[in-house]
C-alpha cells in the first residue's frame, strides 16, 4: 500500500501513548512554534457554499460547503489567541485512532500564535493555498500557514468536507468522513484529488472574485497565487494546476501523486520535498510516481528528500507529538522538522511569487546538512 494513504498521521503517531505515557497521565497543552517572520498574524474562517455542484461524497447534503482557514500579516498583535481547533474535533480524531490515554481535548488546548480576526495589514500580498493529507484536519498546518503570514502572504488553508474525521461548521454540524467509508481504489484517489482541484478554484473565486467573501481579499494580489499540500493534499496540487492557470506554482510535501500530467506536460514551477525513506530516487515504492511526473515536468522543478523524517515530521503533528511525550517514528526531531519544511517551502514561494533569488533551492545546504538535493536523472542525492 501507498505510505500516503495508511501512515505517518497524528493518529498513528499517539498511538505510541500506550507505551510511553500512563493512563492518568495529563500533559501541558501544547504549542505551536512561533512564526520567524517579522508581521504579526492574524486568523479567521469563512464559511463557503459552492452552489454550482453538489457534494461528491453526500450528494444529498446538496451543495458542496468548505471550512477555510485564512493566516495572514495584522497590523498589530491585538485580541484573543486563535483556537487551534475545537474539542469535538480533538476528540473525534483522537477517537478515530483508539486513543484513550490523553484527555479527549487536549488538541483544542494547543496554543496558537495568530489573533483572532486581528485587522489585516499589506498590498498586493501574494496568497498560498494549503491542502491537507486525508482523513487530517486543516489545523494540522497552521504552523506552516502561520510562519508564511508572518513573512507577508495570505495563506487559505481548506477542510475538503467529509474527507476528514470532523469539520465544524459556524451552526454547530459537525461533519465526519464518508470518504473514509469507500473503497481506495485508483480510480478513488484519482476522483479525490481531481475533487480538491474544484475545491481550490472555487476557492480562489471566492477570493480574488467580483464580490469576496473576505474583508481583506482586496489586499491580495491575484496575479500570484500557489499551492502546497501534505501528502493527498500535496498530490492535489498537480490537479490544482492543471484545471486553473491561476495557481501558478506548486508544492507537492511528501504525497505520492496521480497520473494526471498529460504528455505535454506541466510548465510551471514544482517542488517535491518528502522522506528520504520513501522518496529517494531510483529506490522501490511511491517514487515511482514522482519520476514518472518528474519526466513530464518542463519547467522550473526541484526535489528534496529529509533524512530521519516521518510523514508527521513536515505538520504540526511532529513538534506537538513531541511536547505530549508521543513517538512520531521520526529519528528527526519535530522542531527541526518544522524548521526545515518552513524554510524550503518559503524559499519556494519567495523565488516563485516575490522573484527574490533562493540560493538554497540550487543544492545541498550546509544549514540543513539533513536535505538531500536530488537529481533523478542520474539517481542521486547530494548533501
Known sequence: ??????????????????????????????RLL?????????????????????????????????????????????????RYMTPTESRLLLED????????EVLSGTRANAFRDAEPAGRGLPLVVLSPGF??????????????????YVVAAIDHTYENVAT???????????????????????????????DVSFVLDELTGARPKWRGAGRIDPSRIAMAGHSIGGASAIPAMLADA??????????????????????????????????????????????RDWARMTGWKRWFVVEGAAHASFTDV???????????????????????????????????????????LDGPSAHYPEVGFCVPETGTCAR
Open 1 to 30: 500500500m501507498r505510505q500516503r494513504r495508511t501512515t505517518g498521521g497524528l493518529l498513528a503517531c499517539l498511538l505510541a501513548l500506550t507505551a510511553t505515557a500512563p493512563a492518568t497521565a495529563a500533559p501541558d497543552a501544547p
Open 34 to 82: 512561533p512564526p520567524t517572520g517579522p508581521h504579526p498574524v492574524g486568523t479567521t474562517s469563512l464559511h463557503l457554499v459552492d452552489t454550482s455542484r453538489a457534494d461528491p461524497w453526500v450528494p444529498e447534503a446538496g451543495a458542496r460547503e468548505l471550512m477555510v482557514s485564512l493566516w495572514y500579516p495584522a497590523k498589530s498583535p491585538s485580541g484573543k489567541r486563535a
Open 97 to 104: 485512532g483508539g486513543i484513550t490515554t490523553v484527555p479527549p
Open 135 to 152: 482523513t487530517k484536519p486543516r489545523a494540522t498546518l497552521s504552523g506552516l500557514a502561520e510562519d508564511l503570514a508572518s513573512d507577508g
Open 168 to 198: 465544524t461548521f459556524p451552526d454547530g454540524r459537525v461533519t465526519t468522513c464518508a470518504a473514509c467509508e469507500r473503497d481506495r481504489s485508483p480510480e478513488f484517489w484519482r476522483g479525490l484529488v481531481q475533487g480538491r482541484a474544484a
Open 246 to 291: 491561476r495557481v501558478r506554482a506548486g508544492i507537492d510535501v511528501d504525497g505520492t501523486t496521480e497520473d494526471l500530467i498529460p504528455d505535454s506536460g506541466l510548465s510551471r514551477p514544482f517542488l517535491f520535498l518528502g522522506r528520504q525513506s520513501t522518496y529517494t530516487p531510483g529506490t522501490p515504492g511511491p517514487v515511482a510516481d514522482w519520476e
Open 318 to 360: 511532529g513538534p506537538l507529538a513531541e511536547q505530549l511525550g508521543v513517538a512520531s517514528g521520526a529519528d528527526l526531531a519535530g522542531p527541526r522538522g518544522t524548521e526545515i519544511t518552513r524554510r524550503y517551502v518559503r524559499a519556494f514561494f519567495d523565488l516563485h511569487l516575490r522573484g527574490r533569488a533562493q540560493p538554497l
